[in-house]
Nanobody, 122 residues
Framework: QVQLVESGGGLVQAGGSLRLSCAVS????????MNWYRQAPGKQRELVAGITVFGSTNYADSVKDRFTISRDYAKNTVSLQMNSLRSEDTAVYYC????????????????WGQGTQVTVSS
């Protein structure tokens, strides 16, 4: 069973920082790219940051130089360090991967966490 479990969301003042974490199980983490998405009320879900199996990263223009994605192969976790938070960063943040489960290596599909709320007060 594939599980992506986010933690670390909360309420923070503008200019503050938060660190989100996603614990991953049920896939071969070492060969799976990982992403963070977010969805604000009334808006479409958008890609915030991604990290490949080689550690290459990409970011949405709106978060470049403020957010940092990283992964820990020993702990099977992916994190998102968010600095200089703005009110427009308020959203539910989701961990995502496109991977095959260890119980069915022939089927690659998107998996999502349950989401964690980040609220930035101005």
């Amino acid at each position: 069973q594939v599980q992506l479990v986010e933690s670390g969301g909360g309420l923070v003042q503008a200019g503050g920082s938060l660190r989100l974490s996603c614990a991953v199980s049920g896939i071969n983490f070492r060969i799976s790219p990982m992403n963070w998405y977010r969805q604000a009320p009334g808006k479409q879900r958008e890609l915030v940051a991604g990290i490949t199996v080689f550690g290459s990263t990409n970011y949405a223009d709106s978060v470049k130089d403020r957010f940092t994605i990283s992964r820990d192969y020993a702990k099977n976790t992916v994190s998102l360090q968010m600095n200089s938070l703005r009110s427009e960063d308020t959203a539910v943040y989701y961990c995502n991967t496109n991977a095959a489960s260890t119980s069915n290596l022939n089927l690659r599909r998107d998996y999502w966490g349950q989401g964690t709320q980040v609220t930035v007060s101005s």
